[in-house]
């Protein structure tokens, strides 16, 4: 017989049996719904990166208001991790988030490995220095350090950061990355392996720039700055264009750089809240004050003229410019000594032209990009038209020449049957 204290010690041990295994079950179901939970916000991610927030071309425009309240992750899909240049700053950085913008935050640590302790320095800038970086896998990018003395608060940057992130054209130079840390703000940017455009026209070790490379490069600005004033959302007025911030690529295709940054005052021995580069700066603006897309187009005139003449701003540009244009064909006498007798001085007149009228007085009568780049499209138009017909002139004339050959051996044939 099984006494009363037996039947409490069995119903006690049943009864924790029991308790244990629904713990053990709400323990194990929670576990499954948190795995599961996990696994549908990776695939909710996956499918995010599609959307079209980087754009390419021009007259696309970007969304501002639903990626900048959007914290998507860029580059949060397996196919672009594998393939990124910045895959191995992805897997070590464990610090580095994406902003808004899908432009990623690293630290300093990171930065300073890169840069082997930032000792090749690429050249220096208003805002510091800039170095190479060198990843392990063999990327190579430019990391400019601003000046830690900078007014913007830590906020501020970001948003910069983030509405840098957003410009994304072939002829605008890509922002990678950026790093606040330590007190210290970078920018991280794609590496231009050929340097600035300033650098190859006025430094004599520079290999010669040819006029099809020029007028290339015009064009490639153009449509950078096309991007920029027409394409973007909100439109940008770069503020600082100059032949120092046109930066080549390995196959000299020219890329805007420093857009959209905040720009500082220009020093000039008294205190004039001008923000700018002189020799660049539009005449209407430092009398208004008011810098328009147009302040740009005039600045614009000035580096086309610096690409026909090789000679900088600081050096009398605009006094030989004057001067050229008082006579018909005028540029002729101001051409870059090593273009002479190496270019078509007629797509060199044209291009003229187009410049002089950028840095027309009244900015309203200056033309807008989109007008410029046409204007300059024309003239490799002209060109290619004029090999067309000089190629359809050239098989005429082999035609001819092949019509008489026939004629001839016919005559000699002729003249043998009679004799
Ligand atoms: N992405 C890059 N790739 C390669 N070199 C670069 C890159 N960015 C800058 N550099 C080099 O660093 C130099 C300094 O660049 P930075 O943009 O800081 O100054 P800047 O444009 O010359 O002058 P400022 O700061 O007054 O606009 C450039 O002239 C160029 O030689």
Redesign the pocket.
């Known amino acids: 017989m099984v006494n009363r204290g037996d039947l409490v010690i069995i119903g006690i041990s049943a009864g924790v049996a029991l308790g244990i295994l629904i713990a053990a079950l709400i323990f194990f179901g929670i576990r499954w719904y948190q795995k599961h939970a996990n696994l549908r916000r990776c695939a909710n991610e996956r499918s995010l990166t599609t959307l079209p927030i980087r754009t390419n071309g021009l007259g696309t425009s970007i969304d501002l208001s639903v990626s900048l309240s959007t914290n998507i992750p860029i580059q949060g899909s397996e196919k672009v991790k594998k393939s990124s240049p910045l895959s191995w700053w992805n897997n070590h950085n464990k610090e580095r988030f994406p902003s808004a913008s899908g432009v990623l935050r690293y630290s300093y640590k990171d930065v300073q490995k890169a840069t082997q302790n930032f000792t090749t320095i690429?050249?220096?800038?208003?805002?510091?220095?800039?170095y190479?970086a060198t990843m392990p896998a063999g990327e190579v990018?430019?990391v400019?350090v601003l000046a830690s003395d900078s007014k913007q608060g830590e906020k501020e940057f970001q948003t910069e950061v983030s509405l840098l992130g957003r410009l994304h054209h072939r002829n605008l130079?890509n922002l990678v990355g950026y790093c606040v840390d330590k007190g210290q703000r970078m920018l991280i940017?794609?590496?231009?392996?050929n340097?600035?455009l300033?650098?190859l026209l006025y430094s004599e070790e520079q290999q010669v720039l040819s006029w099809d490379e020029r007028l290339q490069i015009a064009l490639d600005i153009s449509h950078g700055i096309e991007y920029l004033h027409e394409g973007a959302a909100p439109p940008v007025i770069h503020r600082?264009l100059?032949s120092?911030?046109i930066?080549l690529d390995q196959s000299m295709r020219a890329k805007v750089?420093?857009f959209g940054l905040s720009k500082e005052e220009v020093f000039d021995g008294r205190n004039s809240g001008l923000k700018g580069?002189y020799g660049y700066i539009d005449p209407e603006y430092m009398s208004t004050n008011k810098f328009t897309m147009k302040s740009d187009i005039y600045s614009f005139g000035v580096i086309i003229f610096e690409l026909i003449t090789a000679i900088h701003p600081h050096q009398n540009l605009m006094e030989y410019v004057n001067l050229a244009s008082m006579a018909p064909d005028g540029v002729d006498e101001i051409l870059d000594n090593k273009l002479v007798g190496e270019c078509n001085l007629e797509e060199v007149r044209r291009l003229a032209k187009i410049a002089h009228r950028c840095l027309l007085k009244l900015p309203r009568k200056r033309p807008s990009i989109g007008e410029i780049s046409q204007a300059i499209l024309k003239i490799k138009q002209m060109r290619l038209d004029k090999r067309d017909t000089m190629s359809f002139a050239g098989e005429e004339f082999s035609r001819a020449v092949s019509r008489i050959e026939v004629q001839q051996v016919e005559l000699v044939r002729l003249a043998s049957t009679k004799e």
């Open positions: 690429l050249g220096q800038g208003a805002f510091g220095p800039v190479k990018v430019a400019k130079v940017y794609e590496f231009m392996s340097g600035s300033s650098n600082d100059k120092a911030n930066l750089a420093d580069t």
